[in-house]
Antibody, heavy 119, light 110 residues
């Protein structure tokens, strides 16, 4: 059974760097073809794709946020970490990590973590 | 303004069929597979359809997907009150190099 869970701060100040950890089970990020992605969703809005990391450490980023985003993995700990620098109130959203078995498809999602950006 | 256009809302009676459209362009739907998700309030999106028409295990065949040109459609038959949710289409956009989501469609089962 595949599960994912996001963890990190619920409140960050403007200009700070957000660090979120996705801890997963039921699959290995060393399995060929597997990837984990991050998607966020602002209240009342559609999801917004942020980043993706593959089993071979290949990475993809949303071009609009690429300068601020970093995604890494620790295969031994079954974790994927996302950092988003220079946080702004517009970055307030629920952040999800999700398992991607095939390109651009997410079949298992974490419960999400709401991050509020406010001074 | 989403790259993929969905109707803001659709509605139908229990037991009826509803179709949700997703309109894109040649740089996304036209040459990429489409996925569909539904989302109940306060929960994460759930995958309903991938690769245009395939269903993950556990998704009933009341849900079906299709694609034609630069548009995709999600059909739901035998509507149930539990189907009330927001529905999103998604695909890769080769020009933007990003997964794009539609703006979402709120389904109301009258």
């Amino acid at each position: 059974q595949i599960t994912l869970k996001e963890s990190g701060p619920t409140l960050v100040k403007p200009t700070e760097t957000l660090t979120l950890t996705c801890t997963f089970s039921g699959f290995s990020l060393s399995t060929i073809g597997v990837a984990v992605g991050w998607i966020r969703q602002s209240p009342g809005k559609a999801p917004e794709w942020l980043a993706l990391i593959y089993w071979n450490d290949d990475k993809r980023y949303s071009p609009s946020l690429k300068r601020r985003l970093t995604i890494t993995k620790d295969t031994s700990k079954n974790q994927v970490v996302l950092t988003l620098s220079n946080m702004d109130p517009v970055d307030t959203a629920t952040y999800y990590c999700a398992h991607s078995p095939v390109f651009a498809t997410y079949d298992y999602w974490g419960q999400g973590t709401l991050v509020t950006v406010s001074s | 303004q989403s790259v993929l256009t969905q109707p803001p809302s659709v509605s139908a009676a229990p037991g009826q069929k509803v179709s949700i459209s997703c309109s894109g362009s040649t740089s996304n739907i036209g040459e990429q597979y489409v996925s569909w998700y539904h989302q109940l309030p306060g929960t994460a999106p759930k995958l309903l359809i991938f690769d245009n028409y395939k269903r993950p295990s556990g998704i009933p065949d009341r849900f079906s997907g299709s694609k034609s040109g630069t548009s995709a459609t999600l059909d739901i038959t035998g509507l149930q009150t539990g189907d009330e949710a927001d529905y999103y289409c998604a695909t890769w956009d080769t020009s933007l190099s990003v997964v794009v989501f539609g703006g979402g469609t709120k389904l109301t089962v009258l």
